[in-house]
């Protein structure tokens, strides 16, 4: 007789589960054994706490996908279901709803050696936590550095590598009476965070969301949506002085579409920059004008309406929704923002189930691309994105059914040219235990092999925290040494008299960016088309060459030569704005007069008036003569 049969436990059943996972187009099936044991713990044994989580093992060169649970509490409960997709944190309890949203922004981040950290609700300390992510046992610890108590104060954490920021705020409709729009800052040794003071309080107010970064000045910035001072919502954007904890008075941004919103839109905003220049870049919805837009200033500009530019992303019926995350690459010689959005197209009657749903945008300087991730058929919501730089891929979690939730899906693709495949994706996180998860969230920096990528989550049915973690294994795509191909599509050729060029081109790679000169002047920023006006007659060169996104210059620039020609005839002019006619030869004779007058004058100040009578001998002329050209 064994163990299990005298204590009349039944055997543990082992059973196996293979998984095809596919992501980043790599295409990796992992042979799971999933091993389900019943327990009891006696007190004659030792009481020993752990985790019981079930994963696939790592392969070499793919990504994979954890799986399991971690909640042991009780451990007849936590035996984990076969199909299980990700791990089961620990409860947050009753008193807070959603700790892993808003969309926008951002509850995790990680250090040097890709540790990983949270701020997390803890029903222990009644307080937000900074929380440490073990990626060994996919446990999370409480480090016991609190930053908020106020239990519906949704956090935006951002880690700069010196100084942790954490902004605060209560949601839209809490009915906590403490409404202060609060900044925490905590510095790091490389195990210990500490607190660098007091908060501080930016103003007053519940937002639905609101979202921190930093530019590259060193200056904080804070966007969010709240009422204005005609009873509407507006975009409202606030950010740090003289010190990073001296704010200013939050304005509303000053630009089309940021002061009529309706009452569910809401802002973001990310730093992002290369050599050409460095921006604060805030990405709002307004669904009563229907358009999404993005608005971009240069770091160190003033709060002016001539120190923002507008781009519109998207402008039609049901193109708009408040569902927004952003990201930057702030190494990318391109300086792309990228940016996953949902529409409301499954919003429309009749629905059609090829429109797309979530689409991820990529913002080149003044335009963008895009590119459909999910369409309505897939009912997907909530969407964020991650930049994996090492790897050059852009990976998009959403969550289905919406708007509830249930299961976390995932999606990758080349964020240089990036094309999603349709359907839902792979599965990332499923747990039999929590059938409502929902709102996922990970960190605002790039992620790579030492990172890897963390994406929590929460189930307000059942009060739970969960996670998926992906490793981002495998050898980095050979680096891009080759150039683009500039061509030039159309403009003048050839002897024209037009004073004025316009001109059209291309780049070979997408993302591309360019620069321009006419003549032998400096290379200059420019997008296509490019126009020239009041140009000299003569002959004129026009020079452009593309970059790509990995920063190669074509060494070839496409070039084109043309000729203005000179007007024939002209090789005299008198404006008499002289206030005589001393050019001109004038004769009068009888009473004729000629002089330069005022009276009328259709343009300028001065015209010459010509008399005469019908008397005999009135006349008056005035002449010149000129060469043969």
């Avoid at 507008?310 to 940016?339: Q, Y």
């Avoid at 289905?400 to 240089?416: E, F, L, Q, R």
């Avoid at 030492?450 to 307000?460: C, H, K, N, R, Y």
């Avoid at 032998?520 to 003569?538: E, F, H, I, K, V």
Wanted: charged content about 15%; proline content about 5%; hydrophobic content about 35%.
């Amino acid at each position: 007789m064994n163990l299990f049969e005298w204590l009349g436990i039944a055997r543990s059943t082992l059973t196996s589960k293979t998984f095809d996972v596919r992501l980043a187009g790599r295409s990796r099936v992992l042979a799971l054994t999933c091993i389900c044991v019943l327990a009891l713990i006696f007190p004659m044994f030792p009481s020993t706490a752990g985790t019981l989580g079930l994963r696939a093992p790592t392969e070499t060169g793919a990504n994979t996908i954890k799986t399991g649970t971690t909640d042991i509490t009780p451990a007849l409960d936590s035996v984990p279901a076969s199909d299980d997709v990700g791990l089961r944190d620990f409860s947050y309890g009753t008193g807070v709803t959603a700790p892993t949203g808003q969309k926008p922004q951002s509850k995790l981040w990680w250090t040097s050696g890709g540790t990983w950290w949270g701020v997390l609700w803890s029903t222990g300390a009644k307080s937000w936590t900074i929380q440490k992510f073990d990626k060994g046992t996919g446990n999370w610890a409480n480090t016991g550095v609190k930053v908020d108590n106020r239990r519906t104060a949704g956090p935006d954490a951002l880690w700069d590598g010196h100084t942790l920021y954490i902004a605060t705020a209560l949601k839209e409709g809490s009915t906590q009476t403490d409404a202060r729009v609060l900044i925490y800052r905590f510095s790091f040794n490389g195990s210990t965070w500490s607190s660098l003071g007091s908060p501080v309080a930016v103003t007053s107010g519940k937002p639905e969301t609101l979202v921190l970064d930093k530019d590259s000045t060193g200056t904080l910035w804070l966007t969010f949506t709240s009422t204005n001072a005609g009873g509407g919502k507006s975009v409202y954007v606030s950010h740090t002085t003289s010190s990073e904890t001296t704010w200013g008075v939050p304005y509303v941004l000053p630009l089309p579409g940021a002061d009529n919103l309706s009452a569910d839109d809401i802002s973001t905003l990310v730093a992002y920059g290369n050599n050409n220049g460095h921006y604060v870049g805030v990405l709002y919805s307004n669904q009563n004008d229907e358009t999404l837009s993005f608005a971009r200033h240069s770091d160190g500009a003033g709060d002016a309406t001539s120190d923002w530019e507008r781009i519109v992303l998207a402008s039609g019926a049901k193109l708009p929704d408040d569902h927004l995350n952003i990201r930057s690459l702030m190494d990318d010689p391109s300086g792309r923002v990228f940016a996953v959005v949902k529409t409301s197209l499954n919003d429309k009657s009749p629905k059609d189930p090829s429109d797309p749903l979530i689409i991820l945008y990529t913002i080149t300087g003044t335009s963008a691309s895009s590119a459909t991730a999910w369409r309505v058929e897939d009912d997907v919501t909530r969407p964020i994105l991650m930049l994996d730089s090492e790897h050059r891929d852009v990976h998009v979690f959403g969550v289905a059914p919406c708007c509830s939730g249930g299961i976390v899906y995932t999606k990758s693709a080349d964020y240089n040219n990036p094309s999603f495949t349709t359907g839902l994706g792979t599965t990332f996180i499923q747990l039999n235990s929590d059938p409502k998860i929902n709102n996922v969230t990970s960190a605002k920096q790039t992620v790579n092999s030492t990172s890897g990528l963390l994406v929590e989550a929460s189930d307000d049915s059942t009060r739970f925290y969960v996670h998926n973690f992906l490793t981002l294994g495998g050898n980095p795509p050979p680096a891009d040494v080759t150039p683009p191909d500039t061509t030039i599509d159309s403009g003048p050729s050839g002897t024209v008299t037009a004073s004025s060029a316009n001109f059209v081109f291309s780049a070979s790679e997408a993302a591309s960016t360019f620069e321009c000169r006419l003549d032998d002047g400096s290379w200059g920023s420019c997008t296509s088309p490019m126009s020239y006006a009041s140009l000299q007659a003569g002959s004129h060169t026009f020079d452009v060459r593309a970059t790509d996104a990995a920063g190669n210059t074509d060494q070839t620039p496409a070039s084109r030569t043309w000729t203005i020609a000179s007007e024939s005839g002209i090789v005299f002019s008198d404006d008499f704005e002289s206030g005589a006619l001393s050019a001109w030869q004038v004769a009068t004779g009888g009473d004729g007069s000629a002089a330069v007058q005022t009276a009328t004058v259709k343009s300028g100040t001065y015209a010459a008036g010509f008399a005469e009578t019908a008397n005999p001998g009135s006349f008056a002329y005035a002449r010149r003569a000129f060469a043969s050209p």
